[in-house]
C-alpha cells in the first residue's frame, strides 16, 4: 500500500466525505478547514466566510488502488465547479470549490483534470475552481466526521455518471 493525501472541497463538507469514503482506494478521509489565514479555527469562525478557509475533506488514498486522475474525475462530478463560492443554497468562500495539492505532481494533475473536465463540456460555464499548495489542514469539529455515517438525512451533492 502506497497512501497519498489531498485535499478536496466542493461545498459543504458533510457530502463530499459521503461520497468519497465509497470510492474504491480511499483509505481515509476526515473534514476540516484549508486555505486561510486564521489559525486553528473551528466551525463558527469559518461559517462567515471571513477567515478565508474552505470545508474540505483531506482524503488519503492509496495509489495503487486508484490514480490520481481517477480520484479527481469523482471530484468533479460530485459538485457544480463552476459556480464561485457556492454550491446550491450554501454561499460564501467558505463553499469554494478547490484542490488543495501537497506536491507538484498532484498540481500537475490538478491542472491537466481540470483542462480535460472544461473540454467535455458539462456545463456551459469553465471550472472556477482553485489549484492551490496546501498549508495546514485543520480538522473539523467531532461532530461533523461521518455526520452523514451519524445521522443519516438528504446529501447536497450528487455523483454525476461518467
Known amino acids: ?3 497519498k493525501k489531498i485535499a478536496l472541497a466542493a ?7 459521503h461520497i468519497l469514503d465509497q470510492v474504491p482506494g ?12 486564521t489559525d486553528d479555527p473551528t466551525y463558527k469562525d469559518i461559517s462567515t466566510g471571513g477567515t478565508g ?17 481517477e480520484l479527481l474525475d469523482y471530484f468533479w462530478r460530485l459538485h457544480d465547479p463552476t459556480q464561485l ?15 488543495f495539492y501537497y506536491d507538484d505532481n498532484q498540481r500537475v494533475e490538478a491542472e491537466k483534470s481540470k483542462v480535460a473536465f472544461d ?12 489549484i492551490e499548495k496546501a498549508g495546514t489542514f485543520y480538522e ?9 455515517d451519524k445521522n443519516g438525512g438528504h446529501i447536497c451533492h450528487v455523483l454525476r455518471p461518467e
Open 11 to 17: 461545498g459543504c463538507f458533510w457530502g463530499v466525505q
Open 140 to 148: 473539523g469539529e467531532g461532530y461533523h466526521q461521518k455526520y452523514f
Open 26 to 37: 480511499v483509505k481515509k478521509t476526515r473534514v476540516g478547514y484549508i486555505g486561510g489565514l
Open 85 to 99: 463560492n457556492r454550491q446550491g443554497a450554501d454561499v460564501g468562500s467558505q463553499y469554494r470549490s478547490a484542490i
Open 53 to 69: 478557509h474552505a470545508e474540505a475533506v483531506e482524503v488519503e488514498y492509496d495509489e495503487t488502488e486508484i490514480e490520481l486522475e
Open 1 to 3: 500500500m502506497k497512501t
Open 119 to 130: 473540454l467535455k463540456k458539462v456545463f456551459p460555464n469553465p471550472a472556477v475552481t482553485q
